[in-house]
Nanobody
């Protein structure tokens, strides 16, 4: 089992920045593909950014590309999401996800999920 704990959410004005962290604990000897998803009120959960273990590739949703950056510190079993130029439409609960070998980085089929952290962007 792997436990994921997100932190770093909060309230920020439009144009501001936040950095989310996701710390993994438990069975961390296995390497994981990791990703961030978000869910806004009344909407379905959507992919935001992902990072693969093999090759260190990164993937982004079109809506955040150029503004958000996913990175990881494998020694600390932590993945980060740096969010710049935030917009009110970025307001959502952000979830961290991990999988030992995810079939599709942007898909929902991750084995492990965190509880989420709220990000609110005011206009």
């Amino acid at each position: 089992q792997v436990q994921l704990v997100e932190s770093g959410g909060g309230l920020v004005q439009a144009g501001g920045s936040l950095r989310l962290s996701c710390a993994a604990s438990g069975r961390t000897a296995v390497t994981y593909d990791m990703a961030w998803f978000r869910q806004a009120p009344g909407k379905e959960r959507e992919f935001v950014a992902g990072s693969t273990w093999r090759g260190g590739r990164t993937y982004y949703a079109a809506s955040v590309k150029g503004r958000f950056t996913i990175s990881r510190d494998n020694a600390k079993n932590t993945v980060y999401l740096q969010m710049n130029s935030l917009k009110p439409e970025d307001t959502a609960i952000y979830y961290c996800a991990a999988d030992a070998a995810v079939t599709r980085v942007s898909g929902p089929n991750y084995d492990y999920w965190g509880q989420g952290t709220q990000v609110t962007v005011s206009s």
